[in-house]
């Protein structure tokens, strides 16, 4: 069975991707520009994720939510996963509300990205483990590629 829910597709799928129409040109760009993988409405979710390698190590997203009819809220993440442990850390920024505003959009984004890209080894906190199905899914040599589907960021 698919992950998702079927009534969320049906009913509020049509009313996000008309909100996202509005600014879609503006995020296309964003993500053509600097280099980043677009993934749509992942797991039912009301908005888009920029996902990128960091180049430090690991996997980044830049998330853009539909709140309501004027506004997003935006967040980012970036995560490293350790084979051996089972261990994921992470450092992530507080959720933003933004006016749904264009012309600001991509200034704002591509702040986002450079402060996520600025981030160093010691800012992760070390999460939690339980991830043993790592080990039974693939080898350490596999889980190493898994890094790359993501692409490197480009900044100007």
């Given amino acids: ?20 129409k509005k ?6 760009q964003f993500a053509h520009d600097h280099n980043l993988r ?35 809220t935006v967040c ?6 350790v084979y051996e442990s089972g261990k994921r850390s992470d450092k992530h920024t507080e959720r933003e509300i933004w006016p749904l505003d264009e012309d600001e959009l991509y200034a704002k984004l591509k702040t986002v990205l450079s ?3 600025s981030w160093k080894k010691e800012d992760l906190i070390e999460g939690h483990g339980g991830h043993a199905e790592w080990q039974k899914a693939c080898s350490a ?5 898994i890094y790359d589907e993501y692409p490197f960021p480009k900044l100007d």
């Fill in 38 to 72: 677009i993934e749509k409405y992942y797991h039912d979710i009301p908005g888009w994720e920029f996902l990128f390698r960091h180049p430090l190590r690991g996997v980044c997203y830049i998330e853009i939510l539909m709140k309501d009819e004027g506004h997003v």
């Fill in 1 to 20: 069975m698919p992950n998702g829910d079927y009534v969320w597709r049906e009913e509020q799928l049509p009313k996000v991707k008309t909100f996202f």
């Fill in 115 to 117: 402060i996520v890209l």
């Fill in 23 to 28: 600014i879609s040109a503006v995020l296309d």
């Fill in 141 to 145: 040599e596999e889980f190493e590629h």
């Fill in 76 to 81: 980012a993440d970036w995560w490293v996963d």
